[in-house]
């Protein structure tokens, strides 16, 4: 893998990370249940990118 791809990895792993916290941050403060699953939808789909990602490096 080509240092211009490891870095491109890295930015991704640090977006789905920053998109994790957001999400969090938003379930933490939604009181519609609707919104709050929908936001704990998202983490766990970050998550899952995040994982997809990190198993390249």
């Known amino acids: 893998m080509s240092p211009k791809e490891l870095l491109y990895i ?5 977006h ?3 998109l994790m916290a ?3 941050a ?3 403060q939604l009181t519609d249940p609707v919104l709050k699953q929908q936001a704990q ?3 766990g789909d970050n998550q899952k990118l995040f994982d997809a990602f ?3 490096v």
């Open 16 to 18: 789905t990370q920053f």
């Open 26 to 28: 938003a379930a933490g």
């Open 54 to 56: 990190y198993k390249l």
């Open 10 to 14: 890295e930015d991704a792993l640090g």
């Open 41 to 43: 939808r998202l983490i």
């Open 22 to 24: 957001q999400c969090r």
